[in-house]
């Protein structure tokens, strides 16, 4: 792993060292990865300068298939408090802790007990869903998440289109790592019509799934509440992000159906908003009895 000994300085509120672990099945290793997400100015088209997310990969570690799950804790352990991974604070010189993310989908979730008893701190948990649901929060207290794979794949392979992922190419597993990025695909449903990113059926994706993660939870800082700034809506924010036109389109639409649905009326019906816009909370339906 190419870094410096002395821990490098924040140089922003979200800039911070991520450490992601992916926990394999019988035919997978589990793997981790350690990146940097630093915030970053870039011009857009419309000539304004918006803040977004730059990831850099700086250390890809697949566990050889076969090893002892009792001995993954010690391993995870040692590279969260390995000096390296950690900020430090240029004005009050305290050290900060990396993020760790851990897919606790499957057996995932003993394992993730066992890790945070091991390194005493609580870690960022998600599953992986099917589907174009929302990311859902299960516990804001814990940080259980539960984040569809399309959704995952997609802000990955956006973010890597437009030049927002790094990987060290004098990594071992650099190659692999991009190779997998390059196999991530948009297909269309053929029964809903609907946009998603897939993986070429058959290939590992372990190593991308950790890049994924770790790129969903620095974009997904940008969307919590700060004091003095406006919260965006979801299509803002996904717009910021780079997602394609196609896509928010459709997210749009499959949103104001499932609105229409709960309501008991048509898209744009009584009480609901239409299409335009960017919002999708409805509104006080005509129709419906006084909420008690």
Known sequence: MQQVEVPKEKEHPFHEILISLDLGKKQDPTTYTVSEHRPTEELMASGKRLEVSYLSVDDIQPIPLGTDYTTIPEIIRHVFFDQRN?????TSGKKIAPTLLVDEGGVGAPMTDTIVKSIGVSVVRYSLTAGTSRIHCVSRK?????VPR?????TLKTAVEFGRVSVDPRLRHAKTLVDEMKKLEFKESEETGVIRVVHRSGEHDDKSICTASSYWWASFLWRRPRRGLRVLSETETMRMMGYRPEFIQENRRLQLQRQAKRAGTSVGGPGLASNQGDDFTAAANPRVGKRL
């Open 86 to 90: 950690w900020l430090v604070d240029p």
């Open 142 to 146: 814990r940080r259980v998440y539960t």
């Open 150 to 154: 399309t959704h995952l794949f997609n």
